[in-house]
């Protein structure tokens, strides 16, 4: 069992953020693993199979567009099933759910302005691959457990097509959502949103990306075909027989567990798979998929974890380019969170690259030798991120986020603002209105918080006064603002907001008005009240 204490020291590493040395991933801290039932992943040969890349999807033909039923559109269907396939060569067949039966599900490719329809189909068995907690709000015995609904996340798409929690659908039923693709160039991905069973859904593997392309990427000059490899990144434990372990409570009735943290961090679906490069420039589009874990990630020449990382640029966050390539060789990302990064292996020609955190090696590059053509560039500047004037904001809410735990340290609930799922919207925006969004973090946790439909900036992070707040309800601020990283500083839809820190992000909220959600994308917290409607109006 995890305690309370372990998890505070893991998160007090965000107060020295600086000392990159420090453990954030708790990977292969093995607070959860019971010896003897778990499959030893860490003693798997490494670097023996090959990455998988997902294919891409077609289209299955045309239908008239809900927006003008004159016009159109490509239509896609993608169809949730379950499987078995091979995590390692070593390892016995795993079974997963997937989209399009694999996991990532096969990668959908988007343009700006042109409008899209996927059918998303339930062909899942009735009996789920986990244990199904009923004491969870929208999971109670009364609902049915093996329910889905998709959400693309960080897609501009209307109310009805968002994936709301509660819209789920059974096997044999299907959801139509419709993609008006109106927003730029960005990496999103799709994945399972089903109330009170998303952490489920997802630990079974139901996710794929969605990249959104534009013109304006068109004309970048940046590395394309196979030279951009998309790293969906997610970490699961496995039992000896090869089945994913779902961690469970222990508490009768109750199998909720905060946190899932992998044993084994898993790329494109393998445990340490390899990938042979060029030496030249790659283009990698990186998504953190797991359930809890926040990676802090390097590329070095050396497996040691410990190595200093090769420098690499950011090109982009979640809602797109960056303003200008930004050179680093440390990247944390969170879950939800996706980045967008060139790594260039021309001075490594016939040497290996290892994609490593700060505690695990992940995998291997293998740079072929002598020299390659390689006439990509990386230009001098990207998109212009206009910073959005703290003058624009129409109001500043105040958001806590809260954990709620027994006498023993366990957690019980998670609140957002201190409120449940089920009381009423307190979040009501104005559509086009700008508004600053301002969550004070009372845990011992950093959370990534997400808000659907909309892109934003973060303003700051700051540290404050926890006990004078808990006192007083004052906030105290006991420190200048911490750095972002440069990637912080580019358009954003999910969030890191560290243990005793109040974090500030400005948002428009533009696109459509409507409910949608906001939550913790770490998908314990999220199925267990850190979720909240919220309100697009046009008052
Ligand atoms: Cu990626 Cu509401 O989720
Ligand atoms: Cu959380």
């Not at 004491?135 to 457990?145: Q, R, S, Y």
Request: hydrophobic share 40%.
């Amino acid at each position: 069992m995890r305690t309370t204490r372990r998890r505070f020291l893991q998160n007090m590493t965000w107060m020295t953020a600086a000392a990159a040395t420090h453990r954030v991933h708790a990977g292969h801290a093995g607070g959860a693993i019971v010896s003897g039932q778990l499959l030893d992943t860490s003693a798997l040969a490494r670097f023996v199979d090959a990455l998988p890349l997902a294919a891409l999807t077609k289209p299955a033909g045309v239908r008239p567009s809900p927006d003008n039923p004159a016009l159109q559109v490509p239509y896609y269907r993608l169809a949730m099933r379950q499987f078995e396939t091979k995590v390692h060569r070593d390892v016995p067949p795993t079974t997963f759910w997937g989209y399009g039966g694999s996991c990532p599900g096969p990668t959908i490719e988007a343009r700006h302005g042109k409008p899209l329809l996927v059918e998303w189909a339930n062909e899942l068995p009735h009996q789920h691959l986990f244990p199904v907690d009923h004491t969870l709000h929208g999971a109670e015995a009364d609902k049915p457990d093996v329910r889905t609904v998709v959400h693309l996340h960080g897609g501009r798409t209307g109310p009805e097509s968002d994936g709301y929690p509660e819209n789920w659908f059974v096997p044999g039923q299907s959801g139509t959502s419709y993609y008006p693709n109106q927003q730029e160039a960005a990496g999103l991905f799709y994945h399972d949103h089903a109330m009170g069973i998303t952490r489920l859904n997802a630990a079974a593997g139901l996710m794929g990306l969605y990249l959104m392309r534009d013109e304006f990427e068109d004309g970048l000059n940046l590395p394309k075909g196979a030279y951009e490899i998309p790293l969906v990144l997610f970490d699961r434990s496995f039992r000896p027989d090869g089945q994913i372990h779902d961690p469970v409570s222990g508490k009768t009735g109750a199998p909720w567990v905060s946190e899932y943290y992998g044993s084994a961090i898993l790329v494109n679906g393998k445990i340490f798979p390899y990938h042979e490069v060029e030496p030249r420039k790659y283009r990698l589009r990186l998504l953190n998929g797991s359930n809890g874990s926040f990676y802090r990630l390097g590329f070095s020449a050396d497996p040691s974890v410990a190595s200093t990382g090769l420098m690499f640029h950011q090109i982009g966050s979640e809602q797109g380019f960056l303003a200008a390539p930004a050179p680093m060789n440390l990247l944390i990302l969170g879950p939800g969170e996706r980045a967008d990064v060139i790594l260039d292996f021309r001075g490594s020609a016939g040497r290996e690259i290892f994609l490593r955190t700060n505690v695990a090696t992940v995998m291997q590059f293998r740079v072929g030798p002598g020299k390659s053509d390689d006439p990509s560039t990386v230009p001098a500047t990207l998109r212009p991120v206009p910073r959005l004037p703290e003058s624009a904001s129409a109001i500043t809410r105040e958001l806590t986020i809260a954990d709620y735990q027994d006498r023993l340290g366990r957690s019980n609930v998670m609140l957002l603002n201190g409120a449940h799922w089920n009381m009423p919207v307190t979040e009501k925006p104005v559509l086009n209105s700008t508004e600053i969004w301002s969550f004070i973090n009372l845990t011992d946790d950093s959370h990534p918080i997400h808000l659907h439909l909309v892109r934003f900036q973060i303003l700051d992070r700051r540290p404050f006064d926890l006990g004078v707040y808990q006192l007083t309800k004052k906030i105290v601020l006991t420190g200048p603002a911490m750095e972002l990283a440069a990637g912080e500083m580019g358009w954003k839809d999910t969030v890191r907001v560290d243990p005793m820190t109040i974090t500030r992000i400005i948002v428009k909220f533009e696109g459509f008005a409507g409910k949608y959600v906001w939550h913790c994308h770490m998908l314990e917290h999220e199925d267990n009240e850190m979720m909240r409607p919220y309100i697009v109006t046009t008052a």
